[in-house]
């Protein structure tokens, strides 16, 4: 089995910054694309950030220039660097990992619980 485990988030003012962590345990091959994802009291789940095995990035609009992803593939961890807090980012924020347990285990997604972040006005 294969667990994500989330940590970083927490309470701060607007304009501040946390980092959030999701290292990945348990039977793991290989990892390819790792993301971060949240969702806020009464909407969807949406795409806060991807990161695939080579490095390439991709954000959502409402992050762009505030939000880093990165990743240690020697850890089995993505990161998450946020910047210049809203309120408006107030969610919980989960993060996923497309696993491969074996070499010929097709891979398959796998989430973590999730840490919450409030940002206060």
């Known amino acids: 089995q294969v667990q994500l485990v989330e940590s970083g988030g927490g309470l701060v003012q607007a304009g501040g910054s946390l980092r959030l962590s999701c290292a990945a345990s348990g039977s793991i091959f290989s990892i390819g694309g790792m993301g971060w994802y949240r969702q806020a009291p009464g909407k969807q789940r949406e795409l806060v950030a991807t990161?695939?095995?080579?490095?390439?990035?991709n954000y959502a609009d409402s992050v762009k220039g505030r939000f880093t992803i990165s990743r240690d593939n020697a850890k089995n961890t993505v990161y998450l660097q946020m910047n210049s807090l809203k309120p408006e980012d107030t969610a919980l924020y989960y993060c996923?990992?497309?696993?491969?347990?074996?070499?010929?285990?097709?891979?398959?997604?796998?989430w973590g619980q999730g840490t919450q972040v409030t940002v206060s006005s």
């Open positions: 996923s990992a497309g696993v491969v347990a074996g070499p010929l285990t097709p891979p398959r997604d796998v």
């Open positions: 990161i695939t095995s080579g490095g390439s990035t």
